[in-house]
Structures are given as structure tokens and as C-alpha cells.
């Protein structure tokens, strides 16, 4: 097994900035420059976005920022210590210790456990205080491996007789071993040893499972021991699970889940008093988590953790609070929305192949022909278009295929918008609710407000206290059966027919635009495509045209058109980021110019998110280039009257866009004019316009160009303090020889 960490990836004591996005990217290029990652903006943009779901600052000035990415080649590990701290999320300050860990997206277990064992020993004060003291960088990988027990524990007994006065005050074990993270024996503490110790289980689970999973557990376990309280935790971590036993489950006053993600089984815990938080906070805050797990225990009317919501796991977003009703329904219904796609994404490439070989004409004869007909009987009636008998036969086929994949549409919508507010049993109802909404023409907007009640009447059901003997035929008969009558009987005879005949008026409506009104409203879902790239606005609009997909036909091509507008609309940011840095490289870090390479593909693709590093960094001059050239693609797209049968792939489902030609058009001059809008941006908005030409040229740009070689990507001015670069247009063309970024004001969104 290869060295998780070597001298050459670790930075001592230095400047990297005052974001922590900074860091992150000085790290993975770090990690890239070894050749551990194919990608450093790809794995930088990994562990951006997971920071930005939960920071990684711990307390005591150490932040573990991690992903989990196909861009990494090889399991690394690579630590700053930072001159001076830098702010990721705790709740003490910044962090002057910050360890990045990167893992394939296959990782071994045996990395990934030891990766994972790093995180505990992060929790030790005098490991902490050794990576401080360190001179060089050969003794943070000693100390690091010895942590891991890749090496044997040097000699010195000083190093090993500190832990036990910082782990186990009140006499318990030394903790230089690799920590438990299951269980805090009772033993190892002396309130523990009493007759009837309290007891607390946890489950802690972060979305990578490598670093704030084990951190949490063992700073649960530690808080438990010192409290004289038993605590035993089940890490549901990347590398592995060993669950907790039912009977110590059975046997517990209370319990802790500190957890980011759903809890794997969690119908295990059903009837327990609990507490349910992020996982950073079992790290922050573990003795106040255990105190309140047992306050619920001890209060009458305290939470417990019915049948029915064993499953579910939305309650509880901060400290006991409950998730607030807006993010709730922004969370289930992108559930929907991501449930839906797949069925969405194979009918609509089916029904397209199977315009191409049939012929338009070919929903008027495919389902005759896939009944009567097949390889050995090929059809003799067929449309024109077709590509002979062969054409026509698979043309059928593959159009039913598609037709009938597209009749889940709105059934999936509505049962995965149930499933993300009641779990499983909200599935039945709420498939039966969507499949009542396409019956009565309610369309994709009944499938919503179906999902939503009956999402909504299952979970109420749950919140019932029931019997113990029933129990177990409440998520499976009762729940599905009583939410399903309520839900589709309400949709039968009150809401189907209103919803259907607003269903109907928006149908006439879309259909009807034509000229300004067409141009305008694809103008509108050109903007939301390049506003927040992959963000909600962006997943709005993508979601109102993948949700009218269905809807198209020859006769109402609307729906057709507005798919091709959203998806020409989000091709442009990635491609106009490619183009900029290939017209104008000097004015791009060497990094972005690496990015732009891969953003051709990602743009030609339709994947909006390539662009996503260029707008991370310089927000302020990339997303309004973005939005103006993406809203001029969507009002071409709209003009044009340009479809699209496939919900995603840009250029490579040529066959299911019809104008392909004028499809391209669109989005190349959109590119361009982003392309353009981008770098005047950079080049001229700055400060005071030409003014900030001419300070690029003065000897304060060369502080940027340090920090640019450093990897930061912010400059500081040394004597002032104050962010001396906002841009490097023309520090680029005074000293070509060192590209600097210029976007070094690292602001992310």
C-alpha cells in the first residue's frame, strides 16, 4: 500500500490566503502536482462543495477538508499549517492546522480506514500540539504515520504519556492506540462502574464517511467517559459498518444521531428518545448532545422515534430544531426531481431514436407494429420517413420503449416527492396519487401537489402512537393503504379536475407563444440556466422542462422547444469559460487554463457545472457574463423554434434535435458574447478602470504574482494589509513569464 502522505505534500507556515476555498485549491493542487489526482480543479471543486454542506472546521484550530472524487488517482493526504489561520467554520476561530484528505472514488478499504483513523487522532491534544511543534516536514509525515500506526511509537515515553492526562482525566486508559469508535468502556471511568450507569447510543454519518464520521464518534465517546456515561457509537463511514447490537439498542436510555445523511436502518431505534443533529455538532459540542439525549428520556412528553419516522431523516436540522417548512419542500421536491430524471432521460433518447428510424410519423404505427410484427415479419405499412421495414420495426420499438418509460414520468414525480417527506411508506400513496393525476389530466403539476399530500398524509399517520403488536403492519399495510384512499380520493373528486383544467389552460398558453412572447420567455430560462450553474434557480427551470417533456408532440412542439432552450441555455457558461481562456490565457491562472480545457467537454455535454470553478472564484465578473450569453442562446433557441426530444447531453444527442444547425448557432454566438463579456470584465473591471491597468503594471502586482506561484489565490499588500489584486490582464503582458490569476478576489457562492 502506497504512503498516504509525503514531505512533498505538506506546506509549513505558510500564506495561503484568507478563504478557505484557497487553501482547498493550494491542497489539491498540491495533491495534483504529485500525480495523485488527474484533476486539481476536480477534486478542488469536490471538496469546495462539500464544504459548503458543512464547514470542516473543528475545534482547536484544525479543519479537515475531504472529497471524495473520481479525480483522485491515489488515496493522499496533504497538510498546511497555515500562517496566518484561516476561517473554516468553527466554532472557536480559525484553523492553523488543516489536513486535506482526498480519495478516489473507489478507495480500498484499507485507506479509507486509515484515512479515517487520521480523523480520531485529530481529537488528541498532544498529537495536535506535535503537528504544531514540528520544524520540518519529514516530522509531520512521522508523526502522521505513527498515528496510523504505519510505524512503530518512538521511543520517547513522553509522547505516550501525555495522552492519558488529556483523553481520561479522571484515570482511564491512555488513548495512543487507535481509539474505539464504538464504545467508551464502562470500565475505563469510575462513575461508570455504579450498578445502573446510563447509557447512550449514537450513529454518526457524514456525506464523504471519512473524516467527521469517526471524529464525531470518538468525541462522543470521550465526552461519554468523562461523564461517567455509557456511550457507543456505530460510524456509517466509507470504510464500513459494524452496527450496533439490538439488545445494547434495547438496553440504551437514549439516543444520539449525529448525521448528515440518512441513518442506514434506522427502524432499529423505534420507540427511543432521541436527538438528531449535524454531524459537525457531536464534534463541537458532544457532552451537550449527550445531556440532551438524556433529557429526553427524562422528560414525560419527551421526542421519541416513532415506527413510522424510524426512517426518516429530516427532523432536526440544528440542535433539536426541526428543518424549516420552505427548506423542506425545496428538499422533497428536488428529491422528486432526481428520482424522475432517470425515467425522463432513457424514454426521452428512446422516443427520439425512435423518430429517427420511424419516421415523425411513427407514433401514428408503432404500437400495431410492435404487436404485430417483429425481426422475422417486418411491417409492411409504415410511414415514409422511415429507413425501410428494419427502420420502421426498430424505430417501433424503441418509441414504445421511450413512450412507456415517459408513462412513469409523473407517477416517479409524485412518489419520491412522498418518499423524501414520509420514506418508505409514502412510495405506494404517492405513485397511486401521480398515476390518479395523469388519469384525470392533472399533468406534472397535479403529480406535484399528489406527491405532496400524499407525502404528507403518511407521515401524519405515522405520528400516531400504536400498539407494539402494531407496529410492524403500519409502514407496510396501513400507512400505504390508508395515505393512498385519503390522497387519490381527494385528487378523484376535488383537486383533478381544477388542476386538470389549469393543466390545460398552461398547455394552451405555452403553445400559443410565438414571436416576442417565445423569445421573451426563453430569454427568462437562458438567465435561470447561467444564474447559479447547477444551483436551485438553475435546477427550476431544468425542472420545468424536463417535467413538460411528456407533454410534446408534432402537433404542440412548445414543450420540445423550451427543453432545447434550457439545455442550448446551459451549455453556454462552461464553453464561453473554455473559449476565454484559450483567446486570452494570459489572464488565467495555470490552473483555470486546465479547467478550460475540460469545460469544452463538459459544455458540449451540457453539464453547467464546468464552469462552476471559474464562477467560485470570480463571481462578480463570471456570472453576468454567463447569464447575458445564456439568455441570448435561449431567446435564439425560442426564435428559432428549436427542439429537443432528450432531456441532457447537449451535442451528442444530435439525432434527437431537430434544427441541429440552428441549435449550434445559438449556442455559439451565445459562447462568444459570454466569452467576451468575461474578459472585458477581467481585463477592464477592476479598479477604476484604467487605473487598475496601470496598478496591475506596478511593483504591488508582483505580490500577486507570489501568491499566484504559491497557489493562493488571493494577494495581500504587505505593508498595508489590504487585497492588492483584482485582477492580472496586464501584469500578464508586463511579465509574461508568470501567469497570474485574475481572479485572486476568491470569493465563493
Given at each position: 500500500?502506497?504512503?498516504?502522505?509525503?514531505?512533498?505534500?505538506?506546506?509549513?507556515?505558510?500564506?495561503?490566503?484568507?478563504?478557505?476555498?484557497?487553501?482547498?485549491?493550494?491542497?489539491?493542487?498540491?495533491?495534483?502536482?504529485?500525480?495523485?489526482?488527474?484533476?486539481?480543479?476536480?477534486?478542488?471543486?469536490?471538496?469546495?462543495?462539500?464544504?459548503?454542506?458543512?464547514?470542516?472546521?473543528?475545534?482547536?484550530?484544525?479543519?479537515?477538508?475531504?472529497?471524495?472524487?473520481?479525480?483522485?488517482?491515489?488515496?493522499?493526504?496533504?497538510?498546511?499549517?497555515?500562517?496566518?489561520?484561516?476561517?473554516?467554520?468553527?466554532?472557536?476561530?480559525?484553523?492553523?492546522?488543516?489536513?486535506?484528505?482526498?480519495?478516489?472514488?473507489?478507495?480500498?478499504?484499507?485507506?479509507?480506514?486509515?484515512?479515517?483513523?487520521?480523523?480520531?487522532?485529530?481529537?488528541?491534544?498532544?498529537?495536535?500540539?506535535?503537528?504544531?511543534?514540528?520544524?520540518?516536514e519529514q516530522e509531520i509525515v512521522d508523526l502522521v504515520e505513527t498515528a496510523l500506526g504505519l510505524r512503530e511509537t518512538p521511543e520517547e515515553p513522553a509522547a505516550t504519556e501525555a495522552a492519558p492526562t488529556e483523553a481520561a482525566p479522571t484515570g482511564g486508559a491512555p488513548t495512543t492506540t487507535e481509539p474505539t469508535p464504538t464504545s467508551a468502556a464502562p470500565t475505563e471511568s469510575p462513575a461508570s462502574s455504579t450498578d445502573n450507569p446510563r447509557r447512550v447510543v449514537a450513529v454518526t454519518a457524514c456525506p464523504t464517511g471519512i473524516a467527521h464520521t469517526y471524529m464525531a464518534a470518538d468525541a462522543l465517546a470521550q465526552a461519554g467517559s468523562e461523564m461517567g456515561i455509557d456511550v457507543v457509537a456505530e460510524t456509517q463511514g466509507s470504510s464500513g459498518t459494524t452496527p450496533i447490537d439490538q439488545a445494547v439498542i434495547d438496553a440504551a436510555d437514549a439516543v444520539v444521531f449525529a448525521v448528515d445523511v440518512d441513518v442506514r436502518d434506522k427502524a432499529r431505534f423505534a420507540g427511543k428518545p432521541y436527538v438528531q443533529v449535524p454531524v459537525k455538532a457531536g464534534i463541537d459540542d458532544p457532552q451537550g448532545?449527550?445531556?440532551?439525549?438524556?433529557?429526553?428520556?427524562?422528560?414525560?412528553?419527551?421526542?421519541?422515534?416513532?415506527?413510522?419516522?424510524?426512517?426518516?431523516?429530516?427532523?432536526?436540522?440544528?440542535?433539536?430544531?426541526?428543518?424549516?417548512?420552505?427548506?423542506?419542500?425545496?428538499?422533497?421536491?428536488?428529491?422528486?426531481?432526481?428520482?424522475?430524471?432517470?425515467?425522463?432521460?432513457?424514454?426521452?433518447?428512446?422516443?427520439?431514436?425512435?423518430?429517427?428510424?420511424?419516421?415523425?410519423?411513427?407514433?401514428?404505427?408503432?404500437?400495431?407494429?410492435?404487436?404485430?410484427?417483429?425481426?422475422?415479419?417486418?411491417?409492411?405499412?409504415?410511414?415514409?420517413l422511415a429507413l425501410g421495414p428494419v427502420g420502421a420495426y426498430l424505430g417501433a420499438v424503441a418509441f414504445q420503449f421511450g413512450n412507456l418509460s415517459m408513462s412513469f414520468l409523473v407517477a416517479a414525480l409524485a412518489g419520491y416527492i412522498a418518499f423524501g417527506i414520509a420514506d418508505r411508506p409514502g412510495i405506494a400513496p404517492g405513485f397511486t396519487v401521480g398515476a390518479v393525476a395523469v388519469l384525470m389530466g392533472a399533468g406534472f403539476i397535479g403529480g406535484i401537489i399528489g406527491g405532496l399530500l400524499a407525502g404528507y398524509i403518511a407521515h401524519w399517520i405515522g405520528s400516531f402512537a400504536a400498539p407494539r403488536w402494531l407496529r410492524g403492519l403500519m409502514p407496510v399495510v396501513i400507512i400505504p393503504l390508508v395515505a393512498s384512499l385519503v390522497s387519490s380520493g381527494l385528487m378523484f373528486m376535488v383537486l383533478g379536475g381544477p388542476i386538470s383544467a389549469?393543466?390545460?389552460?398552461?398547455?394552451?398558453?405555452?403553445?400559443?407563444?410565438?414571436?416576442?412572447?417565445?423569445?421573451?420567455?426563453?430569454?427568462?430560462?437562458?438567465?435561470?440556466?447561467?444564474?447559479?450553474?447547477?444551483?436551485?434557480?438553475?435546477?427550476?427551470?431544468?425542472?420545468?422542462?424536463?417535467?413538460?417533456?411528456?407533454?410534446?408532440?408534432?402537433?404542440?412542439?412548445?414543450?420540445?422547444?423550451?427543453?432545447?432552450?434550457?439545455?442550448a441555455a446551459g451549455m453556454v457558461p462552461p464553453l464561453a469559460m473554455a473559449l476565454a481562456t484559450a483567446v486570452r490565457p494570459r489572464i488565467f491562472s495555470q490552473v483555470e487554463k486546465e479547467n478550460g480545457k475540460a469545460a469544452w467537454l463538459l459544455g458540449a455535454a451540457f453539464i453547467s457545472e464546468g464552469a462552476i470553478p471559474f464562477a467560485a472564484s470570480d463571481p462578480l465578473r463570471v456570472i453576468p457574463a454567463s447569464v447575458v450569453g445564456a439568455g441570448v442562446t435561449g431567446g435564439m433557441t425560442m426564435a428559432f423554434s428549436v427542439t429537443s426530444q432528450a432531456p441532457h447531453g447537449g451535442v451528442f444527442v444530435f439525432f434527437a434535435i431537430d434544427s441541429f444547425l440552428l441549435f449550434l448557432l445559438s449556442v455559439v454566438v451565445g459562447t462568444i458574447i459570454s466569452a467576451l463579456l468575461v474578459l472585458a470584465l477581467k481585463i477592464f473591471v477592476r479598479k477604476g478602470g484604467a487605473a487598475g491597468l496601470a496598478e496591475a503594471t506596478a511593483p504591488s502586482a508582483a505580490t500577486a504574482t507570489a501568491a499566484a506561484t504559491t497557489g493562493s489565490t488571493t494577494g495581500t499588500d504587505s505593508t498595508t494589509g489590504t487585497d492588492s489584486t483584482t485582477g492580472s490582464g496586464s501584469a500578464d503582458e508586463a511579465n509574461p513569464t508568470e501567469p497570474v490569476s485574475s481572479n485572486a478576489d476568491s470569493t465563493r457562492v
Open positions: 500500500m502506497t504512503s498516504l502522505i509525503t514531505t512533498e505534500l505538506v506546506i509549513l507556515d505558510a500564506d495561503q490566503g484568507t478563504e478557505s476555498s484557497a487553501v482547498i485549491r493550494a491542497l489539491a493542487a498540491t495533491i495534483a502536482e504529485q500525480d495523485r489526482a488527474n484533476s486539481a480543479d476536480g477534486l478542488a471543486a469536490a471538496a469546495i462543495a462539500r464544504e459548503e454542506k458543512t464547514p470542516t472546521g473543528v475545534p482547536g484550530g484544525i479543519a479537515i477538508p475531504h472529497a471524495r472524487t473520481e479525480a483522485v488517482t491515489e488515496p493522499s493526504l496533504a497538510m498546511a499549517r497555515l500562517n496566518p489561520p484561516v476561517d473554516f467554520g468553527a466554532k472557536d476561530g480559525p484553523a492553523d492546522l488543516v489536513f486535506m484528505i482526498a480519495a478516489p472514488e473507489g478507495a480500498g478499504k484499507d485507506h479509507l480506514k486509515l484515512l479515517s483513523k487520521l480523523a480520531r487522532s485529530l481529537v488528541k491534544k498532544d498529537f495536535v500540539a506535535s503537528l504544531r511543534s514540528a520544524a520540518t448532545l449527550i445531556t440532551k439525549a438524556l433529557a429526553e428520556a427524562d422528560a414525560p412528553n419527551g421526542r421519541r422515534l416513532s415506527a413510522a419516522h424510524a426512517a426518516d431523516d429530516s427532523s432536526d436540522a440544528q440542535s433539536g430544531s426541526r428543518e424549516s417548512v420552505g427548506a423542506q419542500l425545496k428538499r422533497v421536491l428536488l428529491t422528486g426531481v432526481s428520482y424522475m430524471i432517470p425515467f425522463v432521460a432513457a424514454g426521452g433518447l428512446l422516443m427520439a431514436l425512435g423518430f429517427l428510424l420511424g419516421g415523425f410519423d411513427i407514433p401514428d404505427y408503432a404500437e400495431d407494429i410492435v404487436l404485430g410484427n417483429s425481426l422475422w415479419n417486418l411491417p409492411t405499412e409504415y410511414g415514409d389549469l393543466t390545460k389552460g398552461l398547455d394552451s398558453w405555452l403553445s400559443s407563444m410565438t414571436g416576442t412572447a417565445a423569445v421573451i420567455l426563453g430569454l427568462i430560462l437562458g438567465t435561470m440556466m447561467a444564474v447559479d450553474l447547477g444551483g436551485p434557480v438553475n435546477k427550476v427551470a431544468y425542472s420545468f422542462a424536463v417535467a413538460g417533456l411528456a407533454a410534446g408532440s408534432v402537433e404542440n412542439p412548445v414543450p420540445w422547444e423550451i427543453m432545447a432552450t434550457v439545455m
